[in-house]
């Protein structure tokens, strides 16, 4: 009996259990979720190009930029700085640089420069050959590609980018009203000097470039120069900074600051006076063609209210400048892009980009009439680039579109060798002009005499460091 009871109980029990098992909740199966993460491959570049550029206005910057953007989305590999730097300080900030071993790739920069460098063995010639080579040597205007040949190698030491011509821009109704003649001939210009102080208004005749720390005196000073035939060396490679030629134009260019805006002026200063109708002529290359216009950019923002109605139309244009004794010259500009010594090859590819099809066109297009194509394919995108040519007559766009025919300066005339032209680029980035101007036509610290004795104690003395070097 007592093993039936047991037998029993373990019966029930086992009964109880299935039924607990039955009622109880069922387990709920677990499931491993896998997300998988999609995981984009980011090319970082391996390649830093950095390019500095005298085109250094904000919005200019930002279109350099925009291009370089465009490179850097098809070649994500390469990273291209721009950086903007002034047109004046570029010697100083390239030899800061070689002594810190950070030279730059590519450097925006005038022909003036590029003689100095390369005898100084800073430019990477082979490089700026083999991409004139690849853009077509036959596509460049003759004028430019000889500007940039070095003499002693036959090689191309920079790349012809755009360039201007310079010229002096006058009030021609103020002209007309004070019986004067276009300021072409120094008798013109002196004639302008005593006559249109109170003509029209006007308070000077012209702003006079005088700041010692500006290259702009340079470049209005040597055409000066050069009309009046005063060079730096003769034929025999001697120096002739106190010639009497070069006494003379000393004399009459700083005679000017009689008639003109008080004070240490550069570009800037001349062309807000032009454009207030406070002086009647302006030394001034075709970049100030657009800021005839719609009045050109303060430094601290905003724009120049242009005080005569349609000015732009009322401006004469005269880029040819007659001397005392009946020379003539002509000044413009070239700008190249120099490829430095130990810079990435890539390099070259980065200036053939910046000078094919639109991205071009977009660099001109920045200052049409201040930028005019070295490249013959790229004229008639030019042409039609701006809505400021209709302001201007056909034979002033013709005399700009031509100009790389007849431009003339210091540093082309044939018959200078490669230490002489390198000597003249340190006439100018030493802003020997300049300062000379300065002091004898504000600080009157100097005499015309006395500054043509000391230019050519500066001058003689960089030839022969120049001389030494090459030996």
């Known amino acids: ?22 009622c109880a909740k069922p387990t709920p199966e677990k499931v491993t979720v896998v997300q998988t993460k999609v995981v984009e491959k980011v090319v970082r570049p391996s390649k830093v190009i950095t390019f500095w550029t005298t085109d250094n206005e904000s919005n200019r910057v930002d279109t350099y930029e925009a291009i370089a953007k465009r490179y850097m989305d098809k070649h994500p590999e390469v990273e291209i700085r721009i950086v903007p730097i002034e047109e004046a300080g570029v010697s100083q900030r390239i030899a800061t640089a070689r002594a810190a071993n950070r030279l730059p790739d590519i450097v925006r920069m005038g022909v003036e420069r590029v ?44 790349i012809p980018f755009d360039g201007w011509i310079q010229a002096i821009w006058y009030q021609e109704g ?26 029209d208004n006007l308070l000077y005749a012209l702003t006079l470039p005088t700041d010692p720390g500006q290259n702009y005196p340079q470049q209005v000073f040597e055409q000066f120069a050069m009309s009046n035939g005063a060079w730096p060396f003769d034929k025999d490679g001697n120096v002739t900074m106190d010639s009497p030629r070069m006494v003379e134009t000393l004399k009459f260019y700083t005679s000017l600051q009689k008639c003109a805006v008080p004070g240490p002026q550069y570009w800037r200063g001349a062309r807000e006076a032009y454009e207030l109708g406070q002086s009647g002529m302006l030394f001034y290359s ?52 120099a490829i430095m010594k130990g810079a990435d090859p890539e390099a070259q590819d980065v200036v053939k980009f910046f000078m094919t099809g639109q991205n071009y066109q977009d660099v001109l297009a920045l200052a049409p009439l201040g930028k ?38 210091w540093l082309f005339r044939p018959d200078y060798n490669a230490t002489e032209r390198a000597v003249i680029g340190d006439i100018e980035g030493r802003l020997l002009i300049p300062q000379v101007i300065s002091k004898i036509a504000l600080e009157k610290s100097m005499t015309p005499e006395e500054g043509a004795k000391w230019l050519q104690q500066q001058v003689e003395q960089m030839l022969k460091e120049r001389q030494k070097k090459k030996s």
């Open 115 to 158: 003689a100095t460098f390369s005898a100084d063995g800073l430019l990477d010639e082979d490089a700026a050959t083999a991409v004139i080579d690849s853009l077509g040597k036959d596509d460049f205007r003759a004028g430019p590609l000889k500007m940039v040949t070095d003499p002693t190698t036959g090689k191309y030491a920079a």
């Open 372 to 409: 005019v194509p070295v490249l013959k394919s790229a004229v008639d995108g030019w042409r039609k680039s701006s809505k400021y040519f209709q302001y201007y007559s056909a034979d002033t766009i013709n005399q700009i579109a031509n100009g790389y025919d007849s431009m003339q300066r």
């Open 1 to 22: 009996m007592k093993h039936r009871k047991i037998f029993v109980f373990l019966t029930v029990l086992l009964v109880l259990s299935m039924v607990a098992v039955g």
């Open 286 to 337: 075709t970049y100030i063609m657009d800021d005839l216009v719609e009045g050109s950019g303060k430094k601290g923002g905003g724009k120049i209210q242009i005080a005569v109605p349609d000015l732009a139309k009322k401006t004469g244009f005269a880029p040819k400048m007659v001397g005392a004794h009946g020379d003539s010259a002509t000044y413009g500009q070239l700008v190249t892009l």
């Open 174 to 199: 103020a002209f007309k009203d004070a019986g004067l003649k276009p300021p072409v001939s120094w008798d013109d210009i002196k004639a302008a000097c005593d006559k249109l102080p109170g003509t």
